[in-house]
């Protein structure tokens, strides 16, 4: 299969995390929408990271991607969003059921040797706005997540926090984790999150946190949920000195939604039209 995700074919830190109210109403649902569902058994996320000033031309050459896909008729899905914070990335995420599910995709991509020829030509150009790329494979994780749901047409920023666990301490991340979760369920925290475990692609433990949002003002609610999620929780000193010691660091980036760049469902694209479909 090619390296990119085939719906891509190609395709305290903690404390900041929880304590952001931005995600209050980050997987509402507008009148229109599909009803909400369950995020997906297995995400697989390609990450590029593009030149400096080479942005606007990368954003054309993956709208190509993206319109080859959609005139092959290709079994291909993804969403792309670009960063606007830390380094200049874009990210192309597709969800599946299972894993098999993923290697179907791609097989049945390769059959189409028109589309196959046509992504040599566009993979070849695409090398020319890089710097590097990387791929990931990732397992929902709902044990470690609060009142997640599927991502809405609603949403147009994305915010992902990557958290980094020493080696043996996956243990210590999912006490603060399920702590965190029940202080938001005492507080009455309307505020969910999606965790996902990533699987490949990257060493150590890697756990990535998702919360999309409807606006990047949404981030201005944050000191108020975090203030009462502290409140609730029941041994924060516990669960600092926890965190200090399975944490390897953490890193938060940014994001909003590129429609131009990625291949919608047509019911996910249909809730919204004038967003998603470009």
Not at 86 to 111: C, H, R
Not at 203 to 212: E, N
Not at 228 to 252: F, I, N, P, Y
Request: proline fraction near 6%.
């Amino acid at each position: 299969m090619s390296s990119r995700p085939r719906a891509l074919t190609r395709p305290s830190a903690l404390l900041l995390c929880l304590s952001l109210t931005c995600v209050a109403s980050a997987f509402a649902q507008s009148a229109s929408a599909p009803p909400p569902t369950a995020p997906p058994a297995v995400l697989n996320i390609y990450r590029e990271s593009v030149k400096l000033g080479r942005a606007a031309d990368h954003e054309k050459l993956e709208h190509e991607w993206a319109t080859a896909f959609i005139q092959s008729n290709a079994p291909v899905h993804y969403l792309a969003m670009t960063s606007i914070t830390g380094p200049s990335e874009a990210w192309f995420i597709s969800g599946y059921d299972t894993y098999a599910a993923w290697e179907k995709e791609g097989q049945d991509t390769d059959k189409n040797t028109a589309l196959t020829a046509r992504i040599k030509t566009l993979a070849a150009r695409d090398a020319d706005l890089l710097t590097g790329a990387q791929g990931l494979t990732a397992v929902f994780r709902p044990e470690l997540s609060y009142k997640p749901v599927g991502i809405s047409p609603a949403m147009r920023t994305m915010q992902v926090i990557t958290f980094h666990v020493k080696p043996g301490q996956d243990a210590g991340f999912t006490t603060v984790s399920k702590a965190y979760a029940a202080a938001y369920e005492k507080a009455g925290v309307d505020l969910p999150w999606a965790t996902y475990e990533v699987t490949n692609g990257v060493p150590g433990s890697t756990f990535l946190v998702f919360f999309p949002m409807t606006s990047l003002s949404a981030l201005d609610q944050d000191a108020a949920a975090g203030k009462s999620v502290r409140a609730a929780l029941a041994d924060a000193d516990g669960l600092s000195k926890t965190w200090g010691e399975v944490s390897q660091g953490s890193e938060s980036q940014l994001f909003v939604f590129n429609p131009k760049m990625g291949v919608a469902t047509k019911e996910f694209a249909k809730a919204d039209a004038k967003y998603w479909t470009r």
